[in-house]
T-cell receptor
Framework: EPEVTQTPSHQVTQMGQEVILRCVPISNHLYFYWYRQILGQKVEFLVS????????KSEIFDDQFSVERPDGSNFTLKIRSTKLEDSAMYFCASSSGVLSYEQYFGPGTRLTVT | GQQLNQSPQSMFIQEGEDVSMNCTSSSIFNTWLWYKQDPGEGPVLLIALYKAGELTSNGRLTAQFGITRKDSFLNISASIPSDVGIYFC???????????????FGSGTQLTVLP
């Protein structure tokens, strides 16, 4: 069964450093998303991406964040200058577009900013 | 805003028991989704509901889309140890642009199944 994959599973970085989180969505899906989950809290929407551009973004997704689909398979989230409060699980998700509410999530990247 | 409130926050049940949890909102949702999250993993889609009053099953799981469109229920019958995890309800966020493909999640119900 096709699934969303994410790398790395865990990333430790120092405050102020740039990080890139990588995702490979399900191959025939058209919509891609990033969500964040701070430890013990609920999952929060960050950004959606369709047709090579951002569709919507939340208030969390400020100028420090960017997304890119550099090729036909990868979808990346970049945080330019990490802050302590960026420590969280970051989930990539994708949906087919036909039933776009049915989003399929990857296993997540745990980002720890020290 | 479009907030989803889940209850209970946590549940401890004996293996074999049935369990019920719910999700409510102050605003109407046209779609309800239920996800399960295991520790250190991503949410896994369990059931999607698209019509008020709809009752949908997935194995031992049954979910209902409330008639008012402001609530949804998830029931698990004959619980087993692997049912342990956090169950989240989710629904689409509507932005001013009209797009509605993003999800807002409830705060989750932590289920513990005792042997």
């Amino acid at each position: 069964e096709p699934e969303v994959t994410q790398t790395p599973s865990h990333q430790v970085t120092q405050m102020g450093q740039e990080v890139i989180l990588r995702c490979v969505p399900i191959s025939n899906h058209l919509y891609f998303y990033w969500y964040r989950q701070i430890l013990g809290q609920k999952v929060e929407f960050l950004v959606s991406f369709y047709n090579n551009e951002i569709s919507e973004k939340s208030e969390i997704f400020d100028d420090q964040f960017s997304v890119e689909r550099p090729d036909g398979s990868n979808f990346t989230l970049k945080i330019r200058s990490t802050k302590l409060e960026d420590s969280a699980m970051y989930f990539c998700a994708s949906s087919s577009g036909v039933l776009s509410y049915e989003q399929y999530f990857g296993p997540g990247t745990r980002l720890t900013v020290t | 805003g479009q907030q989803l409130n889940q209850s209970p926050q946590s549940m401890f049940i004996q293996e074999g028991e049935d369990v019920s949890m719910n999700c409510t909102s102050s605003s109407i949702f046209n779609t309800w989704l239920w996800y399960k999250q295991d520790p250190g993993e991503g949410p896994v889609l369990l059931i999607a509901l698209y019509k008020a009053g709809e009752l949908t099953s997935n194995g031992r799981l049954t979910a209902q889309f409330g008639i008012t469109r402001k609530d949804s229920f998830l029931n698990i019958s004959a619980s087993i140890p692997s049912d342990v995890g956090i169950y989240f309800c989710a629904g689409p966020i509507y932005f001013s642009s009209g797009s509605a493909r993003q999800l807002t999640f409830g705060s989750g119900t932590q289920l513990t199944v005792l042997p």
